[in-house]
């Protein structure tokens, strides 16, 4: 009785929404509809464009504004930096032994993220490809457009990792014992921040590939998800990962050479065994960005799934 009770009450619910919806389109389209005023509601409010600048600008704006305005992404950074908050304070009362543990612990979330992070960061052309119609109506060629949609997520996974670095930043200004370490230690916190960027670009650019190529096993927008969709994501992130494994191989060769050969820098090699892994990556990721802005040029409308594209 008290489920044919709810089930009723959730019909009469759907009944009243349903009317409701279809009294507001029809005020919207006579015109008679008012729209609540600013300060009534909370916004979130990014930086307005300049009238003059590169397309690709606003394109990866766009999707950054995307991200920031749907929550998931600030909410993401509020959830790390609570955790490495309490996590500092409850290690710090075991005493200075347990500086190692946290630095561990913020070495693994960091490369937790750097992998989980582009599949659930899909403002891109994941997000875009359900208005396949609209991008190849604006006057900009491919490449340019899948560079601008990898830009915005790169930014953001960037900001998302490197905010962990106040964590050996702080550790660095507060423990002696740390503090003697420096020259050592910073060398690597630097090698970090030059392979960030990179490496996050490659990651979407190989998920945003799945994508153009293989439009019917990615999900699209924000559709609902289910045991189909559960599975093909599954595949498409095992295929990926053995095309990560194989991308990093020629940038890894060109760190270690990197690192064997330039003994007189002293501690400064990792950073510049860095910077020979973010210039092959570079390299890399320039043709392949062609190749899929090529793919995005020949795509059409009707190759993309209409479940996805609705």
Known sequence: AWILRLDSRFEEAAIEASQHRAAVLQQLRAGQLRLPRSGSRKVSRMPALGLRGLPEVAIAWKNVAAAVRAGAWKAQLL???????????????????????LMGVTAGVGAMLLFTGPLGTRFDLRQDLQR?????AWPLPGWRIVAAEIAGVTLLQTVAI??????????????PQLAERAPQIVPWLVAVLLLLPPVNALLFTIQNGVALYFPAWVRLGTGERGFEAMGQGILTAGASLLVVLVAFVFPGAAALITYLLTGGLGAWRPAAAAVAAALVLLLQLAPAIAALGTRL??????????SSSS
């Open 79 to 101: 959830i790390q930096v609570v955790l490495l908050g309490v996590l500092t304070v409850a290690l710090r009362l075991e005493g200075g032994r347990a500086d190692g543990a």
């Open 132 to 136: 396949l119609a609209i991008l190849k």
């Open 162 to 175: 490197g905010t962990l670095l106040v964590v050996p930043v702080v550790q660095l200004l507060t423990t």
């Open 297 to 306: 040029e020949a795509t059409e409308v009707t190759e993309v799934p209409e």
